[in-house]
């Protein structure tokens, strides 16, 4: 069984600067696909980024990218140029991809980081 | 287009009622899961439709939890005799399920509060 283990309940960053949450996770699958969600106070969770495992390159969306270590199943979020609204709940997550294996592609979350940004 | 809505947005019940909360996924999407937010908790997966097949119910927590789809779009959970441990936000996400990757697209969930 897949888990994904975010070990930072709380972070902090200063309004323009830079932070970095991180995560883990541990699978005995082969191919799997990595995320963060954002979900803010409006409760809607928010694609942020994906992975895919077989690819080595850092996926990178704007301010936002990933330093992904495959051997060590380590998986931490960057997020440059901090805005207040980047402030929310972000989750890690992983899943198999679809029908790999009988897969659903259901996501398995860790518990979250909660980011606030101080102007 | 239209986003996942999800209703009520807000449940409040009493200890042994039975609750109802509703999902409208995207037009079109084929998949839909339900996931359930307890306090300071990630999100765990309770169940998935695709399409007109038997649904995935491994993750439903107890017998009192059961799910439907009709027509292969509108899902509803249905949670029987209510206990305070089932107060959590449910949340609901559809994708297209086309490929080995599907973005999953969520819902605002539902607050359940069980009093």
């Known amino acids: 069984a897949q888990t994904v283990t975010q070990s930072q309940p709380e972070m902090s960053v200063q309004e323009a600067e830079t932070v970095t949450l991180s995560c883990t996770y541990d699978t005995s699958e082969s191919d799997y696909y990595l995320f963060w969600y954002k979900q803010p106070p409006s409760r809607q969770m928010i694609l942020v980024i994906r992975?895919?495992?077989?690819?080595?390159q850092n996926a990178t969306e704007n301010r936002f990218s990933v330093n992904f270590q495959k051997a060590a199943k380590s998986f931490s979020l960057k997020i440059s140029d901090s805005q207040l609204g980047d402030a929310a709940m972000y989750f890690c997550?992983?899943?198999?991809?679809?029908?790999?294996?009988?897969?659903?592609?259901?996501?398995?979350f860790g518990k979250g980081t909660k980011l606030s940004v101080k102007p | 287009g239209a986003g996942v809505s999800q209703s009520p947005s807000n449940k409040v019940t009493e200890k042994g009622k039975d609750v109802e909360l509703r999902c409208d996924p995207i037009s079109g999407h084929t998949a839909l899961y339900w996931y359930r937010q307890s306090l300071g908790q990630g999100l765990e997966f309770l169940i998935y439709?695709?399409?007109?097949?038997?649904?995935?119910k491994s993750g439903l927590p107890s017998d009192r939890f059961s799910a439907e789809r009709t027509g292969g779009s509108v899902s509803t959970l249905t949670i029987q005799r209510t206990q305070q441990e089932d107060s959590a936000v449910y949340l609901c996400?559809?994708?297209?399920?086309?490929?080995?990757?599907?973005?999953?697209?969520f819902g605002p969930g539902t607050r359940l509060t069980v009093l």
């Open positions: 997550a992983s899943s198999p991809p679809m029908n790999y294996g009988g897969s659903q592609g259901n996501l398995i």
């Open positions: 439709f695709q399409g007109n097949s038997a649904p995935d």
């Open positions: 996400a559809s994708s297209r399920s086309s490929g080995s990757y599907n973005e999953q697209f």
């Open positions: 992975q895919e495992a077989y690819k080595q």
